[in-house]
């Protein structure tokens, strides 16, 4: 896996973040909604989604009410 360059990490992290707010939902809400610690929720902000456990990336996104691919960096690559 190629590390992803810092411009990039930034648009995952503002997406991450910016679907969260927009869900009106605060770090500590999230966590709670989702049954997780906020710690976790600090790493989705940060854009930290690839080391995380799939069913913590659902939780997190049921939760947001969206797919957990919308909660996944977009590498430019397509599955059919």
């Known amino acids: 896996f190629r590390r992803m360059t810092a ?14 707010l927009d869900a009106g939902y605060s ?3 999230l966590a709670a909604r989702a049954g997780t610690g ?4 600090r790493r989705l902000d940060r854009g930290e989604v690839v080391t995380m456990k799939i069913e913590t ?7 947001l009410g ?13 599955i059919e």
């Open 7 to 20: 411009r990039r990490d930034r648009r995952i992290r503002s997406n991450a973040r910016g679907i969260r």
């Open 27 to 29: 770090r500590e809400l």
């Open 38 to 41: 906020l710690e976790t929720v």
């Open 57 to 63: 990336l659902f939780r997190l996104a049921a939760a």
């Open 66 to 78: 969206v797919a957990p691919a919308e909660l996944l960096p977009d590498l430019g690559c397509r």
